[in-house]
């Protein structure tokens, strides 16, 4: 797909610095673990657990960029579309406000306001998958939060989907997360700017 505007350039941009990022940072740690002088087990230990934090922390970052870019973007398209009458603006103010701060919320504004159905993103599932991570790991510090519980089937449905599993209730993410991760919210932002 082509990209066509300036802000989904520069979130396709944010989300491969992201990703660098991450990869520096776990070649740093795999370079040090080589050629650390504490016990082998101590260092695999410590590898594993930073591993974690560093790919919690890049699935959090990567899908902050699409949640960013898909309310930004739409904002963008709405004020190339909506008169500029005072009233007009300040019901449009109200209406996001109301409206823009979570995914489910947001998607319905693309498809009342713009006719772009989210749900018709070829890779939906696993993102849905890796917005619930994002959630778990922004307000459950890994783990499901208290109203991801109250859903836990479908919840788990969707990390699934994204490839990751829930041990308790602590999702598990690795490498292969944050790669997966930041390939899904680049189609997203290429879909839907072209959308």
Known sequence: MRVVSERADQSLIRVNRALAHFRRQTERLLAGAEFGVAPRQAIGAQSAATTIYDSQD??????????????????????QILPQDPTVLKLWDAELARSGD????????????????????????????????????AHGLGSLTRKQLQKKQRIVGSLNAAGIEVHGEAIVVNASHVEECARVVKSFIQWLDSG
């Open 102 to 137: 979570a995914w489910e919320k947001r998607s319905e504004l693309w498809k009342q306001y713009l006719a772009v159905d989210i749900g018709e993103f070829p890779g939906r599932d696993p993102l849905r998958g890796f917005i619930a991570a994002r959630n778990a790991i």
């Open 58 to 79: 890049a699935i959090l970052r990567i899908v902050a960029i699409g949640e960013d870019f898909s309310i930004a973007r739409l904002v963008e398209r709405m004020d």
